[in-house]
Nanobody, 124 residues
Framework: QVQLVESGGGLVQAGGSLRLSCALSGRTFSRYTMGWFRQAPGKEREFVAAISRSGGSTYYADSVKGRFTISRDNAKNTVYLQMNSLKPEDTAVYYC?????????????????WGQGTQVTVAS
């Protein structure tokens, strides 16, 4: 059974940075496309970024492009989300997810496994 555990969330001032981590266990990490999603209070969960199995391809939501960077370390079974120039509207619970599909997907339904989420709060 695949388990995903996120860490690195917290409270930060607008303009600041955070790095989220997500560790996968139970299966071979390099077999999964990885994604980050977020859910703000009262809103639907939305796509943030995705990275291919090798790490050679990435895709971002327009709202975070140029500010966030997704990366992975297959030797450490971990995917990262570096978040810079944070804005109050980035406040949300951030989830990592794993997909067996080799393509970079934005739809939640394309992801097979989910972490429990980590809270990111950006104060103005």
């Amino acid at each position: 059974q695949v388990q995903l555990v996120e860490s690195g969330g917290g409270l930060v001032q607008a303009g600041g940075s955070l790095r989220l981590s997500c560790a996968l266990s139970g299966r071979t990490f390099s077999r999964y496309t990885m994604g980050w999603f977020r859910q703000a209070p009262g809103k639907e969960r939305e796509f943030v970024a995705a990275i291919s199995r090798s790490g050679g391809s990435t895709y971002y939501a327009d709202s975070v492009k140029g500010r966030f960077t997704i990366s992975r370390d297959n030797a450490k079974n971990t995917v990262y989300l570096q978040m810079n120039s944070l804005k109050p509207e980035d406040t949300a619970v951030y989830y990592c997810a794993a997909s067996s599909d080799s393509s970079l997907r934005v739809a939640l339904t394309m992801y097979d496994y989910w972490g429990q989420g980590t809270q990111v709060t950006v104060a103005s």
